[in-house]
Structure formats: C-alpha cells, structure tokens
C-alpha cells in the first residue's frame, strides 16, 4: 500500500527479511572467533583422543574381540550405539559403534547452544533490538545464526574426517562419520531455532532442546538395545536425530541414505522456526510468563532458606540425573562383570582389580558419583560469586544478614546436599545392581560406598569456599584438585601412576567401598580438614570487600 | 543532638584509583540530605561503606552510633537502603523478594507492604527476570519504605521511575521525615533534591566541596537580575559583585554575588526601577559552577594531551 505511494528511488534496493544477514553472519563470526575453532577443534580433538587411546590399548584383534563382547551387551548398546559390525570387529568400527555417538552429542550440544546464543540470548539482552532498528531484515538474524551453525557442522565434519583420514582409517567410513556428525549439528540448530521462539528466556530454550537431545539419546538407546537383543523395539532408534546419524553404520555399512533424513528433519525444523519467528513480538515468547506467588512462602525467612530456595532447582534436577545415571550403571553391573571376565589386564584394573568385578564396579562407580557431586558443590559456589558480581548480595547484606551467616547458610545447604546427592546416586546404582545380580545386600552396600566419599568431596567444597572467601577471582583453580582426582582415581593404572602421586588426590583416600574398606582415620581427618578451611572462608569473607560489578 | 551520620577524612582506593580523598559528611537525625556529584564522584562508594559492604582505608565514620563495618549487622535492622540497578533473583517474583528482605530485616508490617505496592502500582506476582527497570526499581522502594528503619540509604533511588511515581516517591520521603527518619538521598534529579533535601552536600573528586542549606549554597553564588529602569543603569558594572551586565530591548540583565546582592539592589533603586525580577540561582546553576572547573579541567586536558 504504502509502497505504490513511493516513488521507486526512495525504497532501498534490497529490503527484504534476509536484509542484513551477511553483515550479521560476519559480525557472528568475529563475535564467535574464539569458540568457532574451540568446538571444531575440540571435537576433532575428542575423536583423535579416542582413535589413539583405542589404539595403544587394545593392539590385538584378540582383545577387541574381548571388549566388543561387553560391548554388544544392552548396557553397551545403550551408552554406545547399534554396534554395526562387531562379528568382523576392526578398531574403527568398535571406535564408530562406541564412541562415535559422544561425537555426535557434542556436535548437537554446539549447535544448540550457538542458536540460542545469537537469537534469544540477543532478544533477551536487548542488544538484537538495537540492531533490528538499523536496515536489517525480520528473519535476518535468524538466518545468520543458522548458516553459522550450518558452517560449524560443516567444519566439524570435515575436521573429524580429517583425523580419522590421518589416523589411517578407511576413507568412505571416515567421511561418512564426519558427515554424521555435520548431520546431527544441522538437525539440532534446526530444532533449537523452534526452541528459541517458544521461550522468553535463553535458558529455557536451550533447556527445551538439551531435552529433545535426551530424548534423542534415550530413544535410540532403547532401540539398540533391543536390537542387540534382537527385540522388536530397535524401530525406536528411527525417531532419534542421533540414530539416524548412526544407522549410517560408518566402517560396516557405509550407507548414506540416513542422512537424507537428518537434512529433510533438519530444512522441516528450520522452516517451522521461520513461521513461529514471524508469529511473535521482538524479545516475546510463543508461551507468556505465568505469574507467580504474590508472597513469599513462610519458610523463607534468612540466610540458609534463601540459599535453599536459590538452589532447590538444581538440587532437584541433580538428584533425578544422578538416580536415572545411578539405575543405569546399576543395571550395567552384571553384563559388564560378565563382559570383562575376558578382559584385558588393563581395563580390568581400571574397574577395580580381578577379585570381585561387581564389588570392584560399585567401588569405581561410587568414586565416579563423587567427582560428579563435587563439579555440583564447585558450580553452587560459583553461582554464589555470581550472586555477588550481580549486586545481589548487596542488598540482601544491607538487612541484619551477616557475612558469615551469608555465606555460611550458602556453604551449608550445599555441604547438607553432598551426601543427599551421593545417597540417591548410590541407591539408584544399588536397586539396579541388587536386581541385576540377584544380591539385595549390595544395596545398602553400593549406597555406604558412595556416601562414604562426602568428606573428599566436602573438602573441595570448603577449598572452593575459601578461594571464594578470599580471592574470588581465582575460585576457577578449585577445578584443578577435582581434574587431578579424576585422573589420579580412575587411569592411575593405566597410566603406571606411583602411589605417592595417587594420595596427593583427596578421592584417594576413603577407599572405594564395597570393592576396597572405608577407611574410618581418613574420613574423619577429611572432615576436619574441610570444617577447618570452611571456618576460614567465613572469616576472610568477613574482611574482604564486596565485588560487584557495577 | 548525636548526627545519623558522621563521617571524617574517609579514605578508600581501588588499586591505584582514589575513590574517596578526605570526605567528611554530618547528616543530621530526622534530615532528608541531599548528596550530589557527578559519576565517579564517589557517592556510591561513600554508601557502601557506611553499608559495610567495602571498608575503610582510612577515616573515622559513625552511623547511628556504631561503627558500620563492625557493628554491621545491628545497625542494618536499624536501616533500609535502595541502590540504583536494582538487580533481582529471576525466579523469584517481586513478591517474594519484599517478603523476604522484610524478614531478613526483622519483620514488617504487611498492611504497609500491600499499601505501598498499590502506591507504587507494582504487580508483586511477576518474576524478577519479567520485570522492567522501573519495576524493579519500585520493588527495593517497596521494601524499603516499608519497614521501620531510622534511617534510609537511597542511592539514586528512582533511576527509571516514571514521573507519577516520582511524585509518589516524594509523598513517600516527605512522610518519612515527617515519621523522624533519617533519609540520605543521593541523586541526579535535582528538582527532587530541591523538592526534598534539607541539607545538600556536594562531592567532586572523592571529597565534599559544599555543604549547607540550599538558602546557603544560593548565598554563596550568583543571582540574576533582570530589570527596566528610568535611569542609565550602565555604571551599575563597576560595583563590586556584578557581573556580565548587558542590556537587551531596554532592559539590563546581570549576575550579582549573594555577598553583594544588598548593596547593589539599593543602588538598583535610585535609579527609577520600571520592573525587576531577580531569581536565586537554580541547583543546576549551583553544579555547573561546582563541576564547572571539571568540565574545563577535562576539555583542557584533552586539547594538552592531543598535543604531540
């Protein structure tokens, strides 16, 4: 209407929805140009990990032929993929039917998140107004974020390929492995570009498409398990963006025609992403904010209530992974037990040694629960000091809320959701394990065992609250201790580690229990280790000032 | 009678950057104070160590009695304080954090919670993260002014208010001090400091450049006179006190100095006054010629440092 009035010099020559979007995809990528080469190197780092790992691990086809057996178990099928061609086992095809599928899931989740990075996170911030006020088209943002993302998987294909092409792997398996992992990268950015119109907020839309991711993860899970088994339920792995990526069957089958459904999935997402984006407001969602309580719940009433009601959230969400994650260890005890009775000398001292395998598993499954316990006490401590940059704290220190009485109810919800953490992560491996074997016994021992770790894991939580109590620039370091527990608790054999070096680890020191005894001396000097450096990080808060951001 | 506030020769740094070089400030019990100074002054520093959030490097300061970094905790059920960048817990509705920080604070009075929320037309069920600046502004408003506190720390209380709000917030303070509370109001809107503050202090560099009453601040500086006389009113620019005298459609107009003021209206008047209007000084006014010399002191330093 407006246009027949114009005369025609007076509207810009381009002036569609897509104006704009090559100036945005190179503001993106300079935006971007430090983790653009960090998730395409660092997934074509992964892969060359596991191609030399497998490699100087297992030199013979005898020992592949062992591992495979524990690798087309259920147990196997699920944590690894359909396991295309393990009747003729080679190493590229048990590093494409096991560890391929952790390829993929970092391809996915650098999709997802560079998505939501350059739409709803701008919205949200109010930075994408600013610049759809210039002469930039409607869909011009989204554009970019998806030729971005679509430039992304194209790197991490060819990348990947690259370096299982020099690690000397066969060409047409190679590039089809690298093409499965583009692939999924493709379906996700699709999918998150419907996620980030549905939600307001950058942290529910990615939210919503890592659930879809899980779902993908589990569905497909279900049907190569079955598949292994030959069930009837191995259609299932078909609805999964991450099965179709891997019923490419690179190394065995070698067909392509999967991927055509990944890219139809991947082009039928994206084009539904456009037709919602048209359908909304600038920085609005397809779903409106629901309304909260006008009053705040009598619990909450100080310092240790406000630190709960902060963190209940993600203790909740903690407590149901770690049970899902601790039923499906559980459920692995046996098949594995049976699967490494072959197997090499090696992995078996990884598991804990020959005498008891399951005992030995439960063990290393408890330290495990450990480490992963501790990352949620050290990322409780972070959100602490982001409570502080944010001007947060302030107010709530302008009340009669004293320092230590802050950052003590802090430190003690999350010191109180250690062993709460681990006691539902060791009741989940227990129930599973006690069903799979038959032993009810080794559900109240799998249970002490990852309980028993509370003080190793209390006492990196009093070290991080100490950096935070002290130095909260670098609180980062505490990381440190846990990379080092890790690697000292679980490749200290493969790796011919010196004992002296193992006990440095605070994790080396209650003992894996059911497969080792607890030690009663070095839970007890933990403990008061960790109530000694805690005391400290409330009195050097107390003398520091206050960082806020503004 | 003791001061709420008494603060002398306060020093704090930040690494190398002087925040605050010898202030002193007195603001007395049952006051609204006025604390004025353009960004990077100093204000916000200045509160936050009598919040005790950051400590002194050096100096004596004394809130209501106690030491504010030591006896922090027992001074704060005594006190409300509201920042400018009000930042809230996203999860949280507006709510929620009111209740919560009246209970931190020691309990308040609900009917006062849901008075004030309408005063303020501020929607309580909204999550923090849904909330305009405005809106989360009036949530730490709301959560101050309703609880009893002697006294309240405001720094720069109403950035992004409304003008109908502001004038709420008015009401509100002027019942405050009406209630014998304390009130120190830092601000850039001045027709709210005017409108407010019995006392005004002044900061420019990390110390106090003025303080008084506004009559006093006025009397330190110029008035301006406009009028139309009879008589040659030129030689009216000799006298000391006056300047910029210039004469516009018949009428003169001049700058005289609050000392001078008297001696040169009784010379206005022999000279056959028509009509005179004189206007005290606006705070503006009184800024500008504060935060004058910084402006020149920038510019200059500008024009030396391009030099080669």
């Given at each position: 209407?407006t246009?027949?009035?114009?005369p025609?010099s007076?509207?810009?020559?381009?002036?569609?929805?897509?104006?704009?979007?090559?100036?945005?995809?190179?503001?993106?990528?300079?935006r971007d140009?430090i983790?653009f080469?960090?998730?395409t190197?660092g997934?074509?780092?992964?892969?060359g990990?596991?191609?030399?790992?497998?490699?100087?691990?297992?030199t013979?086809?005898?020992e592949?032929?062992?591992v495979?057996?524990?690798?087309?178990s259920?147990?196997?099928?699920l944590f690894g993929?359909?396991?295309?061609?393990y009747?003729?086992?080679t190493l590229?095809r048990?590093?494409?039917?096991?560890y391929?599928?952790?390829?993929?899931l970092?391809?996915?989740l650098?999709?997802?998140l560079?998505?939501?990075?350059h739409t709803?996170?701008?919205?949200?911030?109010?930075r994408a107004?600013?610049?759809?006020?210039?002469?930039?088209?409607?869909?011009?943002q989204l554009?970019?974020?998806?030729?971005l993302?679509?430039?992304?998987?194209?790197?991490?294909?060819?990348?990947?390929?690259a370096?299982?092409?020099?690690?000397?792997?066969?060409p047409?398996?190679?590039?089809?492995?690298?093409?499965?992992?583009?692939a999924v990268?493709?379906?996700f950015?699709?999918?998150a570009?419907?996620?980030v119109?549905?939600?307001a907020?950058?942290r529910?839309?990615?939210g919503?498409?890592?659930?879809?991711?899980?779902a993908?993860?589990?569905?497909?899970?279900?049907?190569?398990?079955a598949?292994?088994?030959?069930g009837g339920a191995?259609?299932?792995s078909w609805l999964s963006?991450?099965?179709?990526?891997?019923?490419?069957g690179?190394y065995?089958?070698?067909?392509?025609w999967?991927l055509?459904l990944?890219?139809?999935?991947?082009?039928?997402?994206?084009?539904?992403?456009?037709?919602?984006?048209g359908?909304?407001?600038?920085?609005?969602g397809?779903?409106?904010p629901?309304?909260g309580p006008?009053?705040?719940a009598a619990?909450l009433r100080?310092?240790?209530t406000?630190?709960?009601?902060?963190?209940?959230?993600?203790?909740?969400g903690?407590?149901?992974a770690?049970?899902v994650?601790?039923?499906?260890y559980?459920?692995f005890?046996?098949?594995?037990?049976?699967g490494?009775e072959?197997a090499p000398?090696?992995l078996?001292a990884?598991?804990?040694?020959?005498?008891n395998?399951?005992?030995?598993?439960l063990?290393?499954?408890?330290?495990t629960m450990?480490?992963?316990?501790?990352?949620?006490?050290?990322?409780a401590?972070?959100?602490?000091?982001?409570?502080?940059?944010?001007g947060?704290?302030?107010?709530?220190?302008?009340?009669?809320?004293?320092?230590?009485g802050w950052l003590?109810?802090n430190?003690a919800?999350?010191?109180?959701a250690v062993?709460?953490?681990l006691?539902?992560a060791?009741?989940?491996?227990g129930?599973?394990?006690?069903i799979?074997?038959?032993?009810?016994?080794?559900?109240?021992?799998?249970t002490?065992?990852?309980?028993?770790?509370?003080?190793a894991?209390?006492?990196?939580?009093a070290?991080?609250?100490?950096?935070y109590?002290?130095?909260?620039?670098?609180?980062?370091?505490v990381w440190?201790?846990?990379?080092?527990?890790?690697?000292?608790?679980?490749?200290?054999?493969v790796?011919?580690?010196?004992d002296g070096a193992v006990r440095?680890s605070?994790?080396?020191?209650v003992?894996?229990?059911?497969?080792?005894?607890?030690?009663a001396?070095?839970t007890g000097?933990?403990t008061?280790?960790?109530?000694a450096?805690?005391?400290?990080a409330?009195?050097t808060?107390?003398?520091?000032?206050?960082?806020?951001?503004? | 009678?003791t001061?709420?506030?008494?603060?002398h020769?306060?020093?704090?740094?930040?690494?190398?950057?002087?925040a605050?070089?010898?202030?002193?400030?007195s603001?007395?019990?049952?006051?609204?104070?006025?604390f004025?100074?353009?960004?990077?002054?100093?204000k916000?520093?200045?509160?936050?160590?009598?919040?005790?959030?950051?400590?002194?490097?050096?100096?004596?300061?004394r809130l209501?009695?106690?030491?504010p970094?030591?006896?922090a905790?027992?001074?704060?059920?005594?006190?409300?304080?509201?920042?400018g960048?009000?930042?809230?817990?996203p999860?949280?509705?507006g709510?929620?954090?009111?209740?919560?920080f009246?209970?931190?604070r020691?309990?308040?009075?609900?009917s006062r919670r849901?008075?004030?929320?309408?005063?303020?037309?501020?929607?309580?069920t909204?999550?923090g993260?849904?909330?305009?600046?405005?809106?989360?502004?009036k949530?730490?408003?709301?959560?101050?002014l309703a609880?009893?506190?002697?006294?309240?720390?405001?720094?720069?209380?109403?950035?992004?208010l409304d003008?109908?709000?502001e004038?709420?917030?008015q009401?509100?303070?002027?019942?405050?001090?009406?209630?014998?509370?304390?009130?120190?109001?830092?601000?850039h809107i001045l027709?709210?400091?005017e409108?407010?503050?019995?006392?005004v202090?002044?900061?420019?560099?990390?110390?106090i450049v003025e303080?008084?009453?506004?009559?006093e601040?006025?009397?330190?500086?110029?008035?301006?006179?406009?009028?139309?006389?009879?008589?040659?009113?030129?030689d009216?620019?000799g006298?000391p006190g006056?300047?910029d005298?210039?004469?516009?459609?018949?009428?003169?107009?001049f700058?005289?100095?609050?000392?001078?003021l008297?001696?040169v209206?009784?010379?206005l008047g022999?000279l056959?006054?028509?009509a005179?209007?004189?206007?005290?000084?606006?705070?503006?006014?009184?800024?500008?010629?504060y935060?004058?010399?910084?402006l020149?002191?920038?510019?200059?330093?500008?024009?030396?440092?391009?030099r080669?």
């Amino acid at each position: 209407m407006t246009a027949t009035t114009l005369p025609a010099s007076a509207r810009p020559a381009s002036a569609g929805p897509l104006t704009g979007t090559g100036t945005l995809l190179r503001f993106m990528l300079r935006r971007d140009r430090i983790r653009f080469p960090a998730w395409t190197l660092g997934i074509a780092l992964l892969t060359g990990y596991f191609t030399t790992a497998l490699g100087s691990v297992y030199t013979t086809t005898e020992e592949l032929e062992a591992v495979s057996a524990f690798s087309s178990s259920p147990a196997g099928a699920l944590f690894g993929g359909p396991g295309y061609g393990y009747d003729a086992i080679t190493l590229e095809r048990f590093l494409s039917g096991q560890y391929a599928l952790y390829i993929l899931l970092g391809t996915a989740l650098m999709a997802l998140l560079t998505v939501t990075r350059h739409t709803r996170a701008e919205e949200r911030s109010g930075r994408a107004e600013l610049v759809r006020a210039n002469v930039v088209g409607r869909s011009a943002q989204l554009t970019a974020a998806l030729l971005l993302t679509a430039l992304l998987s194209a790197t991490v294909a060819a990348l990947v390929t690259a370096v299982l092409l020099a690690a000397g792997h066969a060409p047409a398996g190679s590039a089809l492995l690298g093409a499965s992992a583009g692939a999924v990268g493709l379906v996700f950015g699709g999918i998150a570009s419907i996620a980030v119109q549905i939600f307001a907020y950058p942290r529910a839309a990615s939210g919503l498409t890592g659930a879809v991711l899980g779902a993908a993860f589990v569905l497909r899970g279900i049907g190569d398990m079955a598949a292994v088994q030959d069930g009837g339920a191995s259609w299932l792995s078909w609805l999964s963006p991450l099965g179709w990526s891997q019923q490419t069957g690179p190394y065995a089958l070698d067909r392509w025609w999967p991927l055509a459904l990944s890219l139809a999935c991947a082009a039928a997402t994206a084009a539904a992403g456009y037709r919602l984006s048209g359908r909304r407001d600038l920085d609005a969602g397809l779903v409106p904010p629901r309304p909260g309580p006008p009053r705040a719940a009598a619990w909450l009433r100080d310092a240790p209530t406000l630190a709960f009601r902060l963190q209940r959230a993600g203790i909740i969400g903690w407590s149901i992974a770690l049970l899902v994650a601790g039923l499906a260890y559980g459920a692995f005890a046996q098949p594995l037990a049976d699967g490494l009775e072959d197997a090499p000398e090696e992995l078996v001292a990884v598991m804990g040694g020959g005498g008891n395998l399951v005992a030995g598993y439960l063990g290393v499954m408890g330290l495990t629960m450990a480490f992963t316990v501790t990352v949620f006490a050290l990322l409780a401590v972070q959100s602490v000091r982001a409570e502080e940059a944010a001007g947060r704290t302030e107010p709530v220190l302008a009340t009669s809320v004293s320092r230590t009485g802050w950052l003590g109810g802090n430190l003690a919800v999350t010191a109180i959701a250690v062993p709460w953490l681990l006691l539902v992560a060791g009741l989940g491996t227990g129930a599973a394990t006690a069903i799979g074997t038959g032993d009810t016994a080794l559900l109240w021992k799998t249970t002490l065992g990852h309980v028993a770790h509370t003080p190793a894991v209390w006492l990196l939580l009093a070290a991080a609250g100490l950096l935070y109590g002290t130095l909260p620039r670098l609180l980062p370091i505490v990381w440190a201790p846990l990379g080092y527990g890790v690697v000292a608790g679980l490749f200290a054999p493969v790796l011919d580690l010196p004992d002296g070096a193992v006990r440095v680890s605070p994790f080396a020191h209650v003992g894996e229990y059911p497969g080792e005894e607890i030690a009663a001396t070095a839970t007890g000097i933990l403990t008061l280790l960790a109530a000694a450096l805690t005391a400290l990080a409330l009195r050097t808060f107390a003398r520091r000032d206050l960082t806020t951001g503004a | 009678m003791t001061p709420a506030i008494e603060i002398h020769d306060l020093h704090k740094s930040f690494g190398k950057v002087k925040a605050l070089d010898g202030l002193d400030l007195s603001v007395q019990p049952g006051h609204v104070h006025g604390f004025l100074g353009p960004n990077g002054a100093g204000k916000s520093t200045t509160i936050r160590i009598l919040l005790g959030v950051l400590r002194a490097d050096a100096g004596r300061v004394r809130l209501l009695g106690g030491d504010p970094w030591d006896d922090a905790v027992g001074l704060h059920r005594r006190m409300a304080y509201v920042p400018g960048d009000v930042e809230l817990w996203p999860n949280l509705t507006g709510g929620e954090a009111i209740d919560l920080f009246a209970r931190l604070r020691g309990g308040t009075d609900a009917s006062r919670r849901d008075e004030l929320c309408e005063r303020f037309d501020l929607d309580p069920t909204k999550k923090g993260r849904t909330y305009s600046k405005g809106n989360r502004q009036k949530v730490a408003l709301v959560s101050a002014l309703a609880c009893d506190a002697d006294l309240l720390l405001l720094d720069e209380p109403t950035a992004g208010l409304d003008p109908l709000m502001e004038a709420v917030f008015q009401e509100c303070i002027r019942e405050a001090r009406g209630a014998g509370r304390t009130v120190l109001l830092s601000s850039h809107i001045l027709a709210q400091v005017e409108a407010l503050a019995d006392r005004v202090s002044i900061v420019r560099g990390g110390r106090i450049v003025e303080t008084g009453t506004l009559t006093e601040l006025r009397h330190l500086t110029r008035t301006t006179v406009t009028a139309t006389t009879g008589g040659d009113a030129r030689d009216l620019a000799g006298l000391p006190g006056v300047h910029d005298l210039r004469t516009e459609n018949g009428r003169i107009r001049f700058d005289v100095d609050g000392d001078h003021l008297a001696a040169v209206v009784r010379r206005l008047g022999e000279l056959d006054v028509h009509a005179l209007t004189a206007h005290p000084p606006t705070l503006e006014q009184l800024l500008l010629r504060y935060y004058g010399d910084d402006l020149a002191r920038t510019g200059g330093g500008a024009a030396a440092g391009s030099r080669p």
